[in-house]
């Protein structure tokens, strides 16, 4: 709903709305904040001093051991989920990880949905932190969480993720026997070195030194320790066809794949490889670039003595262009972890929280420091006892004095108007609170009007009434039709007046009752019309209906017909009223630019009305004629009761005048939609709330 003073065309005073939002440096919040800010200030400066003198050490020793119990946890759910295709059997691993840490670990679908809760059936639960400490993904491993001890390929997928590289039992006894005598044959040359299982299950030879002559060490080396198994030969093939796949969609050649997962190139003078694009992460975890390297050559060079025998030459594969390696390296990874995907875990957000995540380890305050506290401690309370003192005393000095007018208005004595001070919030204040009594003092004014009017405009219909039937019963008027003609006048005024009131009554208090369907003003316009045709010919007023030609119908409006028609009909009376003979009232329907609305306009080429009256046409028992002389004027009801029911329909009502050349009052309603046209309706019946 729009405020009153917009319908009725009134000026709110400018102190009521006309300000601005006062700039922080003047306003009280301003001047509390600032207060605040010196003390806060002091009690931070203060405190983060001592607190680093005291406890930075602590911090740090602190930070560093969750890092690295943060590190551990995660790189054993890695460990986990690169073993397993899900996260069914890990309660035990994450329990045992929070009992070792005094950490709560929880797990979670990247979605939130609860995986595995250490603290579940211990303690109410704390709600988890917004952000997750990690993700624990073994196809994109986090690598600053990552230990050193675990290295990580360039395409971060975990080396214990081997999905179907991982050997049976039987090959794996059968690679440990040639790996061992490789051992044997290094040990018997001289050179320290030991057996290892990768976590595919693959033994391998890790030398002891680095140090070592590496073509003594190729004599030993076991060609049949380095060959691919059935079940390597399978899996290899099978990312092959993944890796082919990915390079067609880019319109390559595929690539044939050795089990370190590089691919046939060309080697140069001194086993140097000629083009070789960057490593891709191998399964085998342990073998460095150098090892695969040389084994490779041992392959090459058997592969080449066997080609001699047979009269064939198999030259080095050409070295392609960069772009190639780079779009085959490319493909590798994603067909790695693509193949991965069936024996991983599916990635988890990993939070990890307890008293290790946020507390800092106690330490003992020396006397001196426990002095510096106390000291501090005390000058900063002064401090803030002095400030609150000041400030608080300018703040309660005009908050007494306006509790003092209030306190007087209460009593019903007249107060004085509260000092007003500067433009802050407290002056605005006074000055509100100043408004509000005047504003008081003129609803007390009215009210005193208010009854006076209404004891007139009763008296004089009851008083003729009297009058009236003292002198029949006197004898001095005869009972004949014009004299119960003249009661019955009087009668229908006074019953017109309560009929006014009555309704003035219950829109004030939310008690009017709407009846709500589609009403075409046009239509409704022409019976108002028709009605009071009558009464203008009778004062010699023309009244007429006018519409744009051409232009289409206004759309319906959502009203209570009866109440509309009585406010567009007490707009017409009062019109032909104040119209002298031979003048003009017209009825103009339209529909506002917007289009949203829907405007019934009642002009007339009456005397108009003075500018400084217009505030008050729609006041109770406003009449221009101060007299309250019957014969100028009605009740003063008919115009209050139009703007009640214009803000009961949604809608507005305003006049502009000109002084000797008559008026113009416009009603405008909310236009209906073609959804509400459409929507089916039953009989509604509203009640009108204040």
Not at 272 to 290: L, N, R, Y
Not at 488 to 503: F, G, P, T, Y
């Amino acid at each position: 709903m729009r405020r009153r003073d917009e319908r009725s065309g009134r000026a709110e005073p400018a102190g009521r709305t006309g300000r601005t939002r006062l700039p922080l440096r003047k306003s009280l919040l301003g001047r509390l904040l600032t207060v605040s800010a010196l003390v806060a200030s002091c009690s931070v400066a203060a405190t983060a001093w001592l607190a680093v003198q005291t406890t930075s050490v602590a911090i740090r020793q602190e930070q560093g051991r969750n890092l690295s119990t943060d590190a551990r946890i995660y790189d054993t759910l890695l460990g986990y989920a690169a073993g397993h295709p899900d996260w069914a059997g890990v309660d035990g691993t994450v329990r045992d990880l929070a009992r070792e840490s005094g950490r709560r670990i929880v797990l979670t679908t990247e979605d939130r949905q609860p995986l595995l809760d250490s603290a579940a059936g211990t303690a109410p639960a704390a709600e988890l932190p917004t952000q997750a400490s990690a993700v624990v993904d073994p196809l994109s491993v986090d690598t600053v969480l990552v230990p050193d001890a675990v290295p990580v390929g360039t395409d971060r997928v975990d080396p214990r993720a081997v999905g179907p590289f991982l050997l049976p039992a039987k090959e794996r006894t059968v690679l440990r026997r040639a790996t061992a005598r490789s051992a044997e044959c290094l040990a018997g040359m001289g050179i320290a070195a030991d057996v290892v299982d990768s976590p595919s299950g693959r033994p391998w030879v890790r030398f002891v030194s680095d140090g070592t002559d590496r073509d003594r060490e190729l004599k030993c080396l076991s060609v049949d320790g380095a060959a691919t198994t059935a079940t390597e030969e399978r899996a290899l093939r099978a990312l092959e066809q993944l890796a082919d796949a990915c390079l067609k969609r880019q319109g390559r050649t595929g690539v044939k794949l050795n089990l370190d997962l590089s691919w046939d190139r060309g080697y140069g003078q001194e086993g140097t490889d000629v083009g070789s694009s960057a490593p891709v992460p191998v399964p085998e975890t342990g073998i460095t670039k150098e090892e695969a390297i040389e084994r490779r050559m041992a392959e090459d060079k058997a592969a080449e003595d066997k080609a001699a025998a047979a009269g064939t030459t198999d030259g080095a594969a050409q070295a392609r262009g960069s772009g190639y390696d780079r779009a085959v390296a490319a493909c590798v990874g994603s067909a790695r972890r693509e193949q991965l995907t069936a024996y991983v875990a599916a990635p988890a957000l990993l939070f990890i929280d307890g008293p290790g995540a946020v507390s800092v380890p106690g330490f003992d305050l020396s006397p001196a420091n426990t002095a510096r506290i106390a000291g501090v401690t005390a000058l900063v309370l002064a401090l803030t006892v002095g400030a609150s003192v000041i400030a608080g005393t300018r703040l309660v000095r005009p908050l007494h004095a306006l509790t003092g007018a209030a306190q007087r208005m209460r009593d019903g004595l007249d107060s004085a108007p509260v000092p007003v001070g500067p433009d802050n919030e407290i002056g605005r204040l006074a000055l509100a609170f100043n408004d509000m009594a005047a504003h008081r003092t003129r609803l007390e004014e009215q009210r005193k009007v208010m009854v006076s009017d209404v004891a007139h405009e009763l008296r004089t219909p009851l008083s003729n009434i009297r009058g009236w039937l003292e002198a029949a019963h006197d004898g001095l008027a005869e009972p004949d039709p014009a004299f119960v003609s003249s009661l019955l006048d009087e009668a229908v005024q006074l019953q017109h007046l309560i009929n006014d009131l009555q309704d003035l009554g219950a829109a004030e208090a939310g008690a009017l009752r709407l009846h709500l369907e589609p009403v075409f003003v046009d239509d409704l316009l022409g019976q108002v019309a028709a009605a009071h045709q009558g009464p203008a010919d009778t004062a010699g007023v023309t009244l007429e209906v006018v519409t744009a030609p051409g232009s289409p119908p206004p759309p319906p409006v959502e009203a209570d017909p009866v109440r509309l028609r009585q406010a567009v009909s007490n707009l017409l009376s009062n019109a032909v009223r104040h119209t002298p003979t031979g003048g003009r009232v017209t009825l103009r329907p339209y529909v506002t630019k917007g289009g949203d609305e829907v405007a019934v306009e009642v002009s007339d080429t009456g005397s108009g009305i003075p500018a400084g009256d217009l505030p008050h046409v729609f006041d109770r028992f406003w009449r221009a004629e101060k007299s309250r002389n019957r014969s100028t004027g009605g009740s003063g009801l008919g115009l209050a009761i139009v703007l009640k029911l214009a803000e009961a329909h949604g809608g507005t009502v305003s006049v502009t005048s000109t002084e000797g050349q008559g008026s113009v009052f416009t009603l405008r309603l909310p236009a209906m939609t073609d959804e509400d046209a459409e929507r089916p309706r039953a009989d509604e019946e509203t009640a009108v709330r204040p």
